[in-house]
């Protein structure tokens, strides 16, 4: 650092070694540092994320752990990223598992109080598609939970049903199982509960 001040690998390192440490507010400090020069550095994005939430400062630490996952969402550092975001009862990532895979998606959405896909959910349908059609055995189970209007819950499974077979085409329509639930979809992290009045969980089953 003496040498090169700007040199942001060893800028990034320091701020690891600092992180080690414990030196929070430091490493904290080093981390912006590298996103000055390099916006996009993983593993100043993610170690950040992780210097704010070790603070308890919840705000802030959601905002950094949304701004890793929308550069960085896949991988086992989105894995546990997502699963820090969930933890501060913030959803927009979740993870799925579909068999032995972990696969971490922005949260399947609609548009307001109907049973159409929201755009930004596509990407996330087609990849699950693609997974599910590359493995040998094994079910796509599409669960979706509840509303307050009648039978919306049942439309939007039938709908995700729909789309992921037109994103994945060579997956076959035996393979896709839906189900609904008219309640929310309760979810424990930390000890703390948190009721998700729309939400959509997809795994893979062996049977139907």
């Known amino acids: 650092m003496k040498l090169n001040s700007s040199y942001t690998r060893a800028r990034l ?3 690891h070694s600092q992180l080690r440490d414990g030196e929070l507010r430091k490493a904290l400090r080093s981390y912006d540092n590298v996103l000055k020069s390099i916006p996009t550095n ?11 939430d070790l603070q308890k400062q919840k705000k802030d630490a959601k905002k950094a752990w949304l701004e890793y996952l929308k550069w960085f969402p896949a991988g086992a550092h989105a894995i546990r990223a997502a699963d820090n975001l969930n933890a501060l009862g913030d959803f927009s990532y979740e993870n799925q598992y579909l ?3 972990t696969v971490t ?4 959405g609609f548009q307001k109080r109907s049973d159409t896909v929201s755009a930004e959910s596509i990407a996330s349908l087609r990849l ?9 055995k094994g079910n796509l189970q599409i669960v979706v939970y509840g509303s307050d209007v009648r039978k919306l819950a049942q439309r939007r499974a ?3 049903r729909e789309k992921i077979l037109e994103l994945a085409p060579n997956l076959t329509p035996e393979r896709v199982w839906v ?5 929310p979809e309760i979810m424990a992290k930390n000890g703390v509960k948190y009721s998700k009045k ?3 969980r997809l795994f893979l089953s062996e049977g139907e």
Request: glycine share 10%; proline share 0%.
């Open 42 to 52: 993983a593993g100043a994005l993610y170690n950040r994320a992780l210097v704010l």
């Open 105 to 108: 998606l922005r949260t399947i």
């Open 158 to 160: 039938f709908k995700l």
């Open 179 to 183: 189900s609904w639930f008219n309640e």
């Open 128 to 136: 699950v598609g693609t997974i599910v059609s590359n493995l040998e």
């Open 99 to 101: 068999g032995i895979r």
């Open 13 to 15: 390192y320091l701020g």
């Open 198 to 200: 729309n939400s959509v």
